[in-house]
C-alpha cells in the first residue's frame, strides 16, 4: 500500500454551531459515529458525555465525561437526570443487516426492548431532554424509486431495518404523549475517517466494504448480479464527519425549542461497488477481487434525496466525494505506519 499525505485539518467547530451551555450526552459513543459525533459537538462548546458499554481506544479529549455502562440502565439514567442533561445523540444499538437476519432476537432486544425501556425513562424527567436518534436508510427496505425521500413508503426487508423504524414510531409516539422532542436521522452509507487529525476511524473488525477494502486481501464482492448498470449494489456515501456535523446541527436546533422530525442524511448521489473499487484503486493501490454470491437482505440501491436536511439546516457535505472518502480512511489505517 502506498503512504498518502494526511489530509487531515485543525478542527475549529465545524459547521459554525453554537452549542455552549448544553450538555449533550452521547450513546454508543465509543463507537464509529458515536466518536466522531462527540469530537464534533465538543468543539461547538457542548459539554459532552459519553455512554457506551464498551471501551475503545480515543482520546479523552474529545469528550467531558466517560460512563462505561448500557444506555437502558435506570441507575445511569438516573445519574444523568440529576446532571440535567439537555439532550441525547443516541447511536447506541446493533447495526449490520446479515447478522440481523441469522440473529433477530439481538437486534430487537438492543434495539427495541432497551430502547422503550430508556424512553420509559425519559418520559418521568421533569425537564424532558432531546433526543437526536440515529435511524437509518434500511428503515426503506427495496424502495419504489430513487432517490429516496422521507415520504416515500417506509417497508423494511431485515430486522436491523425493523428495528429502526419501530424506534422511530416509538419517538413519534412518546414525543406526542410526553413531550420529548426528536429528530430521526435516517443515514445512508457511513464511511471515511476523522479528517481532523485522524484521530477516529473505523473499528477494527468493521465489516462495511470501504474498511474491508483496506483490511481484506484478497477483498470480496458480494454479488454482481443487481439490478443496476454494472451488476453492483449501489449505495449513497456520507463521510463520517458530514455526518457529525449534522448531528450538532441538529442538537442546535433541538436545542433551541426545535420540533420534531424525521430526516434522510446522505449525498444524493450514489456509487456502485465498482466504483469505489476503482477509486481505491486510483486513491491507495491494486486490489485484488474476488466475487462471490450476494447477501441476504441487501436492497439493489440506496440513494438519499437529503435535500430536506440540506434546506433545512443550511447543511452540505463537505467531505462526502469519493477521494476525501478513500484518503481519509487511508490515513487512519496509515497512522503510525
Known sequence: MIMLQNQSMKLKNPGNMDLKGLTICVTGGAGFVGSHTAKTLKAAGARVIILDRRRLPMPDTIYDQFLHDDFSEGRVLDYLQGMNIDGFVHCAGTSLVGPSIKNPSEYYNNNVLKNIQFLDHLKDWKQKPFVVFSSSAATYGNPLSVPIKETDPQIPINPYGESKLIMEHLLRDYGNAYGIRSLSLRYF????????????????????????????????????????????????????SDLAIAHGKSCEYLGTGGKTGCYNLGTNTGYSNRELIEAYREYVGELTVLTGPRREGDPDELVADASAFMKDFHWKPAYSDLETIIKSTADWYNRGV
Not at 457511513?190 to 483490511?215: K, N, Y
Open 189 to 240: 452509507n457511513a464511511c471515511g475517517a476523522d479528517v481532523w487529525g485522524s484521530e477516529l476511524g473505523p473499528e477494527d473488525g468493521d465489516t462495511h466494504i470501504i474498511p474491508r477494502m483496506f483490511t481484506d486481501h484478497p477483498f470480496n464482492l458480494f454479488g454482481d448480479d443487481y439490478s443496476t448498470p454494472d451488476g453492483t449494489c449501489v449505495r449513497d456515501y456520507i463521510h463520517v
